[in-house]
């Protein structure tokens, strides 16, 4: 079956660091979303990655390796706002998005 | 801009009423979904739609039916409501159906079936 792991719930201070993993388990593989979902509210989109490597986008990045099925979100000079959950989404050889389940990140001052 | 708007944001619904959650875009974007949320759980796809015109079952589409009159429009039905329908339904587009792309989501129908 098709599976996407993700911590359920992570902890971090304001003004720090925090890097939120995701590994999967798919029948093929077509790319890799990040999601935020704030409490109440729609996801809406952070990034894509479907080749190897990192991808930079202003306080956020995130990370691919397929060889390990293996993905990171890293958030850098958090901020209170940043209280939301991190959906982790594969795209399979079919095109069908895989959905993983969130991680809840509580931001703490 | 509008995007996605999704009515009603909320419903109580008594068990075996019907209801259509309704969903319409001005992006003019060829695919919609249609995704329940659960606590615990990821979004998981009800129906979708590549075009008007066409539409096709997700992984839960039993006790749903959808329809795309015109490329704007994708009414979800409930034909009779049970329990297990309690969720947080999401609608969404992207601009084409195979590899899709960033989704675009409304902000979704909070339905609570007693």
């Known amino acids: 079956g098709q599976n996407i792991d993700q911590p359920t719930e992570m902890t971090a201070t304001e003004g720090a660091i925090v890097q939120i993993n995701c590994t999967y388990q798919t029948s093929g593989f077509n790319g890799l979303f990040w999601y935020q979902q704030h409490a109440g509210e729609a996801p809406t989109f952070l990034s894509y990655?479907?080749l190897d490597g990192l991808e930079e986008k202003g306080r956020f990045s995130s990370f691919l390796s397929r060889s390990k099925g293996y993905s990171y979100l890293l958030l850098k000079e958090l901020q209170m706002k940043d209280s939301a959950s991190y959906l982790c989404v594969v795209m399979d050889s079919n095109y069908q998005l895989i959905w993983g389940a969130g991680t809840k990140l509580i931001i703490k001052p | 801009t509008a995007g996605i708007t999704q009515a009603p944001t909320s419903q109580i619904l008594a068990a075996g009423r019907s209801m259509t959650l309704r969903c319409t875009q001005d992006m003019r974007h060829n695919a919609m979904y249609w995704y329940r949320q659960d606590l615990g759980l990821g979004l998981r796809l009800i129906h979708y739609?590549?075009?008007?015109?066409?539409?096709g079952k997700g992984e839960v589409p039993d006790g749903y039916s959808v329809s795309r009159a015109n490329t704007d429009d994708f009414p979800l039905t409930l034909a009779s409501a049970v329990p297990s329908q309690t969720s947080v339904y999401f609608c969404?587009?992207?601009?084409?159906?195979?590899?899709?792309?960033?989704?675009?989501f409304g902000e979704g129908s909070r339905l609570t079936v007693l």
């Open positions: 990655n479907v």
């Open positions: 969404a587009s992207s601009e084409r159906a195979e590899n899709t792309g960033e989704l675009f």
């Open positions: 739609s590549n075009t008007a015109g066409t539409t």
